[in-house]
T-cell receptor, first 113, second 115 residues
Framework: AQSVTQLGSHVSVSEGALVLLRCNYS??????LFWYVQYPNQGLQLLLK??????LVKGINGFEAEFKKSETSFHLTKPSAHMSDAAEYFC???????????FGTGTRLTIIP | KAGVTQTPRYLIKTRGQQVTLSCSPISGHRSVSWYQQTPGQGLQFLFEYFSETQRNKGNFPGRFSGRQFSNSRSEMNVSTLELGDSALYLCASSSIPGQGNYGYTFGSGTRLTVV
């Protein structure tokens, strides 16, 4: 069964610094991959998705992620953190023919002024 | 276009009662999925419906059920509520894989508290 691992349940970065949130998936067949952000008392907002087209995916709010099959990874980055980026981030995988998202445990991002 | 609408936003129920949550998908989306989010278990898949048929089901007891109507709106029901059912219930709708805008769009959720 597919599993998604997010290294680091809490990440703190200074405002203006690089944001790097890690995500690894387990399946041998590359799935579709998604990054979502969740603000307190809100649902999940899609940041970006990989659906087997370009390996470098650009999303909203300046975020991007690179799919690396050899590393089974889909890490999320942003060159310069902003205070408004403070939230919880979830990586999710969807395997073909299985309409079910498998989520990682989430990473809470804190921005230090 | 309108997003995914979940009602109600908040619910407080007593143990043993039952509850029904509603989800209206994005217009044109025929797939609706439900997820439970708790601090301890994270985001867990409940079930997925497409054109009124349940295609996939997660590992939840039979007290959790759902259905989808011809207009793609979906409801989930939880009977004989337990304290552990307290959670944020999220609904997501999606288009068909292969379409350029394919992805899962989530609603704001229904926060269920069982007392």
């Amino acid at each position: 069964a597919q599993s998604v691992t997010q290294l680091g349940s809490h990440v703190s970065v200074s405002e203006g610094a690089l944001v790097l949130l890690r995500c690894n998936y387990s399946s041998s067949v590359p799935p579709y991959l998604f990054w979502y952000v969740q603000y307190p008392n809100q649902g999940l907002q899609l940041l970006l998705k990989y659906t087997s087209a370009a390996t470098l995916v650009k999303g909203i709010n300046g975020f991007e992620a690179e799919f690396k099959k050899s590393e089974t990874s889909f890490h999320l980055t942003k060159p310069s953190a902003h205070m408004s980026d403070a939230a919880e981030y979830f990586c999710a995988a969807l395997n073909f023919g299985n309409e079910k998202l498998t989520f990682g445990t989430g990473t809470r991002l804190t921005i230090i002024p | 276009k309108a997003g995914v609408t979940q009602t109600p936003r908040y619910l407080i129920k007593t143990r043993g009662q039952q509850v029904t949550l509603s989800c209206s998908p994005i217009s044109g989306h025929r797939s609706v999925s439900w997820y439970q989010q708790t601090p301890g278990q994270g985001l867990q898949f409940l079930f997925e419906y497409f054109s009124e048929t349940q295609r996939n089901k997660g590992n939840f007891p039979g007290r959790f059920s759902g259905r989808q109507f011809s207009n793609s709106r979906s409801e989930m029901n939880v009977s004989t509520l337990e304290l552990g059912d307290s959670a944020l219930y999220l609904c997501a709708s999606s288009s068909i894989p292969g379409q350029g805008n394919y992805g899962y769009t989530f609603g704001s959720g229904t926060r269920l508290t069982v007392v």
